[in-house]
């Protein structure tokens, strides 16, 4: 089945810095999703990006979806404390209802 | 309701017990999944509901999984015979429409299988 490589698995990093993550496929998707999970929460949607090449910003996040519909990735601009938490990214193959995960990007900010 | 519910959000049992857990999607969504999520790992696929069509059983464990959903209302999840490695969050998700990726997940079911 398709599968995504998502990287790194881990990163901890001061308060202020920049953080980059992305995901990469065998398989090409039509969509590529980030999602963030907080303690204790389920998954939130953070970006959704429909086309190669769309680069989609909500303010200090930033995702790309790569050219060739196989990989996509995340930017975390001036990292706050409350950016800790799990981030996921997902692809979506369009009128397959199939959505596959990474393995997620566990994300931890020093004060 | 504003957002996917589940219940209970905590469930502690006794091995070999069975164990009912409850999504309620948001309205008018017609697709429902559910996933499961060990102690710091991804999500792991379960099962898919769209509207009255079949489901897709695909990711079920083993035949001690079962879930239910009808039409476009709630579903539960059942455990048979709970045994110590179904210990994780059981999360439901919904879907508005066929060709969107964008899912809505619930706060998940801690499941503690003694």
């Known amino acids: 089945g398709q599968q995504l490589n998502q990287s790194p698995q881990s990163m901890f990093i001061q308060e202020g810095e920049d953080v980059s993550m992305n995901c990469t496929s065998s398989s090409i998707f039509n969509t590529w999703l980030w999602y963030k999970q907080d303690p204790g929460e389920g998954p939130v949607l953070l970006i959704a990006?429909?086309?190669?090449?769309e680069l989609t910003s909500n303010g200090r996040l930033t995702a790309q979806f790569g050219i060739t519909r196989k990989d996509s990735f995340l930017n975390i601009s001036a990292s706050i404390p409350s950016d800790v938490g799990i981030y996921f990214c997902a692809g979506h193959g369009g009128s397959n209802y199939k959505l596959t995960f990474g393995k997620g990007t566990l994300l931890t900010v020093n004060p | 309701g504003a957002g996917v519910s589940q219940s209970p959000s905590n469930k502690v049992t006794e091995k070999g017990k069975d164990v009912e857990l409850r999504c309620d999607p948001i309205?008018?969504?017609?697709?429902l999944y559910w996933y499961r999520q060990r102690l710091g790992q991804g999500l792991e696929f379960l099962i898919y509901f769209q509207g009255n069509s079949a489901p897709d059983k695909s990711g079920l464990p083993s035949d001690r999984f079962s879930a239910e959903r009808t039409g476009e209302s709630v579903s539960t999840l059942t455990i048979q015979r709970t045994q110590q490695e179904d210990s994780a969050v059981y999360l439901c998700?919904?879907?508005?429409?066929?060709?969107?990726?964008?899912?809505?997940f619930g706060e998940g079911s801690r499941l503690t299988v003694l």
């Open positions: 990006l429909y086309k190669a090449g």
């Open positions: 309205s008018g969504h017609t697709a």
């Open positions: 998700a919904s879907r508005a429409g066929l060709n969107t990726g964008e899912l809505f």
